[in-house]
């Protein structure tokens, strides 16, 4: 990933300027982990969402052909397990499913995909079945619509879009504080560890000029051996506590 065109300063001047940056930059701003963490996640969705739709089209796909391609067959409905005759079946029951196809008398257990149409123990209804497996069977008169069958998949895209606009607005926000916030080398106070960034340290960090009392709250990684004394280079917004390293240099305390 391209290095992103972050303000930078030089190794050897401890007061704040925008001259290039000694060590290695740091890396995009999308890989900064606090934007990392919602496009990965919006990724994450889309790849679910991609996959719901697929499950979902596939299952109507599937009911539609039995439907319009299947063999009509009368049979006999009773609530699984048994129940009492002309009783109302329960909207939420499994059924006992008989017929007769092929000479043969087939005997299922399942829930109806259909159950708009109050049934009775004992009802005969019409149900189309597979004739290469007649236990695979629905009482639906016609195709469902699509939708029915994609039910959830506008929460899980509404959760994408919000996950990608987490990002971008992080992104903005870093990127203004990269090219117009404050910037030079910061003391490390303490260390810490964060799940969002497994291979970075979070450090808490004030300038090193004492210029201001804020502590920031960045993340440094761990490949630089980072410890509590040593100045590090970020850049930081001169009204809120947002801050950001913005390369690998370090100065030993």
Same mark, same amino acid.
Request: proline share 9%; with cysteine.
């Given at each position: #990933?391209?290095?992103?065109? *972050?303000?930078?300063?030089?190794?050897?001047?401890?007061? %704040?300027?925008?001259?290039?940056?000694?060590?290695? $930059?740091?890396?995009?701003?999308?890989?900064?982990?606090?934007?990392?963490?919602w496009?990965?996640?919006?990724?994450?969705?889309f790849?679910? /969402?991609?996959?719901? @739709?697929i499950?979902?089209?596939?299952?109507?796909? +599937?009911?539609?052909?039995?439907?319009?391609?299947? +063999?009509?067959v009368?049979? %006999?409905?009773?609530?699984a397990?048994?129940?009492?005759?002309?009783?109302?079946?329960a909207?939420?029951? =499994?059924?006992?499913v008989?017929?007769?196809?092929?000479?043969?008398?087939h005997?299922?257990?399942g829930?109806? &995909?259909?159950?708009?149409?109050?049934?009775?123990?004992?009802?005969?209804?019409?149900?189309?079945?597979? &004739?290469?497996? $007649?236990?695979?069977? %629905?009482?639906?008169?016609?195709?469902?619509?699509?939708?029915?069958? *994609?039910?959830?998949?506008?929460?899980?895209?509404? #959760?994408?879009?919000?996950? *990608?606009l987490f @990002?971008?607005?992080? #992104?903005?926000?870093?990127?203004?504080?990269? %090219?117009?916030?404050k910037?030079?080398?910061?003391?490390?106070?303490?260390?810490?560890?964060?799940?969002?960034? $497994?291979?970075s340290y979070? =450090?808490?960090c004030?300038?090193?000029d004492? /210029?201001?009392p804020?502590?920031?709250?960045?993340?440094?990684?761990?490949?630089?051996?980072?410890?509590p004394g040593?100045?590090?280079?970020? @850049?930081?917004? &001169?009204?809120?506590? *947002?801050?950001?390293?913005?390369?690998? =240099?370090?100065?030993?305390?």
């Amino acid at each position: #990933m391209p290095p992103f065109p *972050l303000c930078q300063i030089s190794v050897s001047n401890t007061e %704040t300027t925008t001259s290039p940056i000694s060590g290695q $930059p740091s890396p995009s701003i999308w890989a900064e982990p606090r934007v990392r963490f919602w496009w990965i996640a919006a990724v994450i969705l889309f790849l679910v /969402s991609v996959g719901f @739709a697929i499950e979902g089209y596939l299952s109507w796909r +599937t009911e539609a052909d039995l439907i319009e391609h299947g +063999t009509l067959v009368q049979a %006999t409905v009773t609530e699984a397990g048994g129940g009492l005759a002309r009783r109302v079946i329960a909207e939420d029951a =499994a059924w006992d499913v008989k017929f007769q196809f092929n000479g043969q008398t087939h005997l299922d257990e399942g829930y109806p &995909p259909y159950t708009e149409i109050r049934q009775y123990n004992g009802d005969v209804i019409s149900i189309h079945i597979d &004739p290469n497996d $007649p236990d695979h069977w %629905t009482n639906r008169p016609t195709p469902p619509p699509l939708s029915q069958k *994609l039910v959830g998949l506008p929460f899980v895209l509404g #959760m994408l879009v919000i996950c *990608l606009l987490f @990002a971008l607005v992080r #992104m903005a926000r870093l990127k203004k504080v990269c %090219t117009q916030g404050k910037v030079g080398w910061a003391t490390i106070l303490s260390l810490g560890q964060s799940s969002l960034a $497994p291979r970075s340290y979070t =450090a808490r960090c004030t300038w090193a000029d004492e /210029s201001s009392p804020t502590v920031y709250s960045v993340f440094v990684p761990r490949r630089i051996a980072p410890q509590p004394g040593d100045k590090i280079q970020i @850049a930081a917004s &001169p009204k809120s506590s *947002l801050a950001i390293t913005i390369s690998d =240099a370090i100065e030993r305390g």
